[in-house]
T-cell receptor, first 115, second 113 residues
């Protein structure tokens, strides 16, 4: 799986958009970008994933650059409940055997949403 | 649709003891993975079960073992507990040929004294 690089921490004002960057310069053609977040002392929560087109769901938007070497997770109107550690993970979903469940978590970005 | 549930939520053991943690997977999911998360670190993959067999393992010793049952629920067993086994243990379920999302439970926090 390709390695990812994220800033260790970010702050965001409540109600503003939170833009969380991720670099994945060694991503290969069949690898997707996944985002998870982990609120303190809870299990990680899946947010969104994408291959090369921008994606949007009820939680967030994912913007992937044309060369796919970086991406940005956007929380359009951050709330205090969005304070969490956000993990960017690159992997292929079409895997067999034991690698299907093996996500490699880095240290992520600790997002603090402030009033 | 029920999510992933884990039990117990918290437990305390002493060195050398054995522990069993339990996980019920999300409805329709046939694959269960277990993770260990030490304080301040990201989760680390322990192993995965599919069709009642372990089919992938991270860098954990054999005293970490598991089971998966016909209803896809799972257990994680840890023998000869060490102080460093103190962590949050997370279970995640998924579809083997799905689109790669894992759905995690809230975890079991184990403290080894």
């Amino acid at each position: 799986d390709a390695k990812t690089t994220q800033p260790p921490s970010m702050d965001c004002a409540e109600g503003r958009a939170a833009n969380l960057p991720c670099n994945h310069s060694t991503i290969s053609g069949n690898e997707y970008v996944y985002w998870y977040r982990q609120i303190h002392s809870q299990g990680p929560q899946y947010i969104i994933h994408g291959l090369k087109n921008n994606e949007t769901n009820e939680m967030a938007s994912l913007i992937i650059t044309e060369d796919r070497k970086s991406s940005t997770l956007i929380l359009p109107h951050a709330t205090l409940r969005d304070t969490a550690v956000y993990y960017c993970i690159v992997r292929s979903p079409f895997r067999y055997g034991g690698s299907q469940g093996n996500l490699i978590f880095g240290k992520g970005t600790k997002l603090s949403v402030k009033p | 649709e029920t999510g992933v549930t884990q039990s117990p939520t918290h437990l305390i053991k002493t060195r050398g003891q054995q522990v069993t943690l339990r996980c019920s997977s999300q409805s329709g999911h046939n694959t269960v993975s277990w993770y260990q998360q030490a304080l301040g670190q990201g989760p680390q993959f322990i192993f995965q079960y599919y069709r009642e067999e372990e089919n992938g393992r991270g860098n954990f010793p054999p005293r970490f073992s598991g089971l998966q049952f016909p209803n896809y629920s799972s257990e994680l067993n840890v023998n000869a507990l060490e102080l460093d086994d103190s962590a949050l243990y997370l279970c995640a379920s998924s579809e083997l040929l799905g689109t790669g999302e894992l759905f995690f439970g809230e975890g079991s926090r184990l403290t080894v004294l």
